[in-house]
């Protein structure tokens, strides 16, 4: 049951990197851009929105399938899975939206630190015998 939790939350994060994906392929065709982001400050967006979810979402669902296969209690694994979505969905709104600043990047980046922080140090205390 545990390892389809993760399962779960890595079935959406899939989707969410190809829905992040095919924006950036849209605006290659669009702006005429084949490799790099040729100048174009909405392409470059585009690449770091889907660069950042790449370089999170991984790591973070991976510590998740340590927690599950080590007997993490499913509500656990649904609160560090969610916080995941929303956190990562958050920042990419945000990061597609404005370069700068933006509520959603600055909150969806403090959700994903806070879940990979969360998800991290649970995994160390499984060496103390500790489960959540």
């Given at each position: 049951?545990?390892?389809?939790i993760?399962?779960?939350?890595?079935?959406?994060?899939?989707?969410?990197?190809?829905i992040?994906?095919?924006?950036?392929?849209?605006?290659?065709q669009?702006?005429?851009?084949?490799?790099?982001?040729?100048?174009?400050?909405l392409?470059?967006q585009?690449?770091?929105?889907?660069?950042?979810?790449?370089?999170y979402?991984?790591?973070?669902?991976l510590l998740?399938f340590?927690?599950?296969?080590?007997?993490s209690?499913?509500?656990?694994?649904?609160v560090?899975?969610?916080?995941?979505v929303?956190g990562?969905?958050?920042?990419?709104?945000?990061?597609?939206?404005n370069?700068?600043?933006?509520?959603?990047?600055y909150?969806?980046?403090?959700i994903?630190?806070?879940?990979?922080?969360?998800?991290s140090?649970?995994?160390?205390?499984?060496?103390?015998?500790?489960?959540l």
């Amino acid at each position: 049951m545990a390892i389809a939790i993760v399962g779960f939350y890595a079935g959406i994060c899939g989707l969410l990197l190809l829905i992040l994906s095919w924006r950036v392929v849209q605006l290659r065709q669009k702006l005429k851009v084949d490799f790099g982001h040729g100048d174009k400050p909405l392409l470059a967006q585009a690449i770091r929105a889907q660069a950042n979810f790449a370089e999170y979402a991984p790591l973070t669902l991976l510590l998740l399938f340590v927690l599950a296969a080590a007997g993490s209690h499913p509500l656990a694994l649904h609160v560090l899975g969610a916080g995941l979505v929303i956190g990562r969905v958050l920042h990419a709104q945000g990061l597609s939206g404005n370069p700068g600043y933006s509520p959603g990047r600055y909150w969806g980046i403090v959700i994903t630190w806070l879940t990979l922080a969360a998800a991290s140090l649970l995994c160390l205390l499984l060496l103390l015998g500790i489960r959540l």
